[in-house]
Nanobody, 110 residues
Framework: HLAESGGGLVQPGGSLTLSCEFS??????MAWYRQAPGKQRDLVAT???????TYSDSVKGRFTISRDNAHNMLYLQMSNLKPEDTAIYYC????????WGQGTQVTVSS
């Protein structure tokens, strides 16, 4: 079970926080991915259950990934958003499971 929420339309420079509810047994690394129109799905950020985090170069310094292990929740705080951040955002294990949620659309536009 993977359920993303929190997307929307935001102006450049704005902020959004995405949430993901996941249910799976003992997942160490959770991740956010995104897929822009006409492009492949890319890895955005990862976090281990102990809080070690990685980010793609394109979002480093602007996005923060976090998780609540007690409630199986994953978050992505996004700030200083740019039009190139427009995409459908997905959460999944890293490496990914063989199924995906519906994702949540983020559109950055003035």
């Amino acid at each position: 079970h993977l359920a993303e929420s929190g997307g929307g339309l935001v102006q450049p420079g704005g902020s959004l926080t995405l949430s993901c509810e996941f249910s799976a047994y003992k997942i160490d690394i959770m991740a956010w991915y995104r897929q822009a129109p006409g492009k492949q799905r890319d890895l955005v950020a990862t976090t281990t259950s102990s809080g070690r985090r990685t980010y793609s170069d394109s979002v480093k310094g602007r996005f923060t990934i976090s998780r609540d292990n007690a409630h199986n929740m994953l978050y992505l705080q996004m700030s200083n958003l740019k039009p190139e951040d427009t995409a459908i955002y997905y959460c999944n294990r890293f490496p990914e499971l063989d199924y995906w949620g519906q994702g949540t659309q983020v559109t950055v536009s003035s």
